[in-house]
């Protein structure tokens, strides 16, 4: 017989949905999100057979033991139409830099928009599109993205002209550097629409939630054969790509020799959402040695201090950062774990998110904070730290890396200091350099403030000699096509309007 994994809602454990399902429908309708009912596990043998294969060849394996209603030929089809070299600049998707012999990067953003969401973001569209095949019955999609930078031109680009898709992108105004945003209103496509929300992420993110689980707003795109789905990071689809990279990681350093076989090593990823440190605690549920997930926080340090104390507040001033894709307050991903650490208890998730939502905060038991710090340190990083930590970290490995990776190696560096623990740590970088070229280029001691974009990007090639990835290249002299600003109480009537489906 073969095994058949269904998905829950963190809200309602007696809604049961298939993968195909939970990936089309995005966020389950009393507004919980989809996870597993159950987490497989890989044995010895089989990491390390996976240690000799390839990037697709372990997606395959990963991917395969949770979308049990995809047939393997779909799986393969998708993890090949979206892991090309091509796209990703070799076979080595996800290539691990290491600064010594306990200190590896792994490097997430050899990606078409050169961040870490195209890892999932690639791929999505085409488990959309298998999904899509088994549970839409002919309906046209619509993927409402909200986004702090890179989400919104990674899904842009994987969706792009996909057949019976369309996808529209809210971005906050202000809170995205000028490179994101020149990539996002430069975007091509026939089926794509980006429009500017006056207001932070937390706003976009909220604001497209509630569209998404409106009931009215639901029946309207009905009455036009459409239905939403999301390309955030509250859909599944985004988060299982994700749990392969860190088992691809563990793999890698099998087959080199730099780990032995179940050697422990921590796992230090920069944080916003939650979304790509929550799948490498899926990896750890998998049997790849994680020891201590490490979450590395910027300014907005709400996920740093929750670990600390159990008490989630998010009554707190709002910083925009160096580090941009992680300025959030709200961590939506962050409801899965306190469901899996709950014991799968809906009515205490259902409880904590109508207090974020009422209060702002809330307090989980002593028995949760106690299994949450069993896995997970948090730690911070200001923006003097950031930039002096670019800086470091060239002067000493010849290694450039962007803000938010810098974020992640300081905290890596603190939790060292602090604890005298030399166990190895793969670092998750999650943008290449050139996306925040003013940061970077100011951290290295430049004066760039009176160029333009493309100007500084030129200023850090010149200084460091790091090439310039060239997507980024080709946007200079491409003319922005989205130029509409809403504010965040007129998303709803936007989507209609980008949508041209009448009020
Ligand atoms: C999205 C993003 C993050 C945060 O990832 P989450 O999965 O939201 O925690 C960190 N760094 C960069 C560059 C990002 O684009």
Not at 133 to 161: C, M, P, Q, W, Y
Not at 228 to 233: I, K, L, T, V
Not at 392 to 398: A, K, L
Request: glycine share 6%; aromatic share 8%; net charge negative.
């Amino acid at each position: 017989m073969v095994f058949s994994m269904e998905y829950q809602s963190t809200r309602d454990s007696a809604v049961r949905v298939s993968s195909a399902q939970a990936i089309t429908q995005g966020i389950s309708r009393e507004g919980g999100l989809f996870v597993p009912e159950s987490l497989p596990v890989l044995s010895p043998e089989d990491y390390r057979s996976l240690a000799k294969k390839s990037y697709v060849e372990r997606a395959d394996a990963v991917l395969s033991r949770f979308l049990t209603d995809f047939t393997g030929e779909e799986i393969a089809s998708c993890t090949r139409a979206a892991y090309t070299s091509d796209r990703f600049g070799s076979a080595d998707v996800a290539p691990l830099h290491s600064l010594d012999d306990r200190t590896h990067i792994l490097e997430l953003w050899h990606g078409p928009t050169c961040a870490f969401k195209d890892m999932a973001l690639q791929i999505l569209p085409h488990l959309m599109r298998v999904s899509a095949g088994k549970t839409a019955d002919g309906k046209e999609i619509v993927i409402l993205v909200a986004t702090s930078g890179d989400t919104g031109k990674a899904a842009l680009e994987g969706f792009r002209d996909a057949p019976h898709t369309r996808i529209l992108v809210f971005y906050p105004e202000q809170g995205v550097s000028p490179m994101q945003k020149l990539q996002m209103i430069t975007q091509e496509g026939a089926n794509v629409a980006v429009c500017a929300i006056r207001g932070n992420f937390d706003d976009a993110q909220s604001g497209v939630k509630r569209i998404f689980t409106d009931p009215a707003v639901a029946r309207k795109l009905e009455t036009q054969g459409m239905m939403f789905s999301s390309a955030n990071s509250i859909n599944w689809g985004r988060l299982v790509p994700q749990v392969v990279y860190y088992v691809s990681a563990y793999c890698d350093l099998l087959a080199s020799g730099r780990l032995r076989e179940g050697q422990g090593f921590h796992v230090v990823v920069p944080t916003g959402n939650f979304g790509n440190i929550l799948a490498a605690y899926y990896a750890k549920q998998m049997g790849v040695p994680v020891s201590r997930l490490i979450c590395a926080s910027n300014r907005n340090r709400v996920l740093a201090d929750f670990l600390q104390t159990g008490v989630y507040d998010r009554r707190r001033e709002f910083y925009a950062t160096s580090s941009p894709s992680m300025d959030i307050l709200i961590s939506s991903n962050l409801e899965r774990l306190l469901y899996h650490l709950s014991g799968r208890d809906d009515a205490v998730v259902r409880d904590l998110m109508a207090r974020l939502s009422a209060d702002g905060v809330y307090t989980v038991s002593d028995a949760v904070k106690k299994r949450l710090q069993e896995d997970f340190t948090g730690g911070w990083c200001d923006e003097e730290q950031t930039a002096s930590t670019i800086s470091s970290v060239w002067r000493e490995h010849r290694y450039l890396c962007d803000t938010h990776t810098a974020v992640a190696v300081h905290v890596c560096e603190e939790y060292r200091r602090r604890t005298g623990d030399g166990t190895p740590c793969v670092i998750a970088s999650t943008a290449n350099p050139y996306k925040f070229s003013s940061s970077v280029a100011s951290a290295l001691g430049a004066d760039v403030a009176a160029l333009d974009e493309f100007q500084k990007v030129e200023e850090l090639h010149r200084l460091t000699g790091c090439p310039v990835p060239e997507p980024l290249a080709a946007i200079q002299g491409k003319a922005p096509r989205f130029t509409e600003v809403c504010g965040r109480e007129d998303m709803e009537q936007m989507v209609y309007r980008l949508l041209h489906i009448a009020e």
